[in-house]
C-alpha cells in the first residue's frame, strides 16, 4: 500500500515558533519555498499544512488556525469553505508534486535499474522539500469523505502500478530475478520511501540522494540476477 495508513508520526523534535500569532502572520513564508512571500489564501493552506501535520486533522480547530494567522475565525470563510476543503487541496497538491516527479520518466532513455534509482530518489525528494504536506497526504487522507477519499485511493493504485511497471521492465530485460513477485517487490520500494515522511528531517546528516542511494543499494541487492548470471534484454522503454 503506498499511502500509509500509519499510527502517528513521531513527535516533531523543531523548535516552536513562541511569536504572537499577530507576529507570525505578518509575514509566513512558505516552508516549501524559503523566503517565498504568499498571498492570504496560499497562508492558510501552508499554515493548516503545518498544524495538521503537526497536531493531526481532527485535532486543529478552524479556530486554531485563525489563532495561527492571526485573523478572525470567519475571516477564513472568505477564502475556503470549510476545513475539508483545506485537507483535500493539500492532498491533491502532494498527489500533483509525486505525478509530474515520476511519470516522467516514462519517457527517459535509462535502464531498468536506473529508472527505479530515479524513481527513489525523486520520490524521497518530492518528501523532504514538502515535508509538512508529505505528512498530511501520506497520514491525514484516511479523514476525507467518501468522494476525496476514493479519487486518493484511485490515484495510489495508479502509482502502486508505475512501481511494478518498473520492476516488471527489470525482470522482462533479465536484470532482475526471473522469480521475484513483482507486486511485492514494488509495495517494498514503494514502502521504503513513503515511510521516510516518519523520520527524515531535512537539514540532518543525511541528503535525500543519500537516502535513496542507501535503498538502493540495499533493496536492489535483493532484486537484481547474481553477477554472471544478468541477461542482455531489449532496450529500456518504461512500457510494458
Do not use: C
Not at 478572525?72 to 472568505?78: D, T
Not at 485511493?153 to 511494478?164: K, M, S, V
Not at 541528503?207 to 543499494?217: G, L, M, R
Amino acid at each position: 500500500m503506498s499511502i500509509s495508513d500509519a499510527s502517528s508520526p513521531p513527535p516533531d523534535t523543531r523548535s516552536p515558533d513562541t511569536r504572537s500569532p499577530d507576529a507570525r502572520s505578518q509575514n509566513i513564508q512558505s516552508p516549501d519555498v524559503p523566503d517565498s512571500p504568499v498571498s492570504r489564501r496560499e497562508q492558510i493552506y501552508l499554515v493548516a499544512g503545518r498544524l495538521f501535520s503537526e497536531r493531526g486533522y481532527h485535532a486543529t480547530s478552524m479556530r486554531d488556525l485563525a489563532a495561527e494567522l492571526g485573523i478572525q475565525g470567519g475571516s477564513l470563510y472568505a477564502h475556503i469553505s470549510g476545513k475539508e476543503d483545506l485537507l483535500i487541496e493539500i492532498v491533491n497538491r502532494a498527489a500533483r508534486q509525486f505525478d509530474a516527479a515520476l511519470y516522467s520518466l516514462r519517457s527517459e532513455q535509462l535502464t531498468p535499474q536506473g529508472r527505479l534509482r530515479e524513481a527513489m530518489t525523486r520520490h524521497l525528494g518530492v518528501i523532504a522539500e514538502n515535508m509538512d504536506s508529505a505528512t498530511v497526504f501520506f497520514h491525514e487522507w484516511k479523514h476525507l469523505s467518501p468522494e476525496p477519499l476514493a479519487a486518493v485511493i484511485a490515484w495510489r493504485d495508479g502509482i502502486e502500478a508505475f512501481y511494478r511497471e518498473l520492476i516488471a521492465e527489470g525482470v522482462q530485460a533479465g536484470v532482475y530475478r526471473p522469480e521475484l513477485n513483482v507486486k511485492m517487490a514494488a509495495n517494498l520500494v514503494l514502502s521504503s520511501v513513503n515511510w521516510a515522511y516518519t523520520w527524515y528531517r531535512p537539514g540532518g546528516a543525511l541528503s535525500p540522494q543519500d537516502v535513496a542511494t542507501s535503498f538502493e543499494q540495499m533493496l536492489l541487492a535483493g532484486l537484481e540476477q547474481p553477477a554472471g548470471q544478468q541477461l542482455s534484454g531489449p532496450p529500456a522503454t518504461g512500457e510494458q
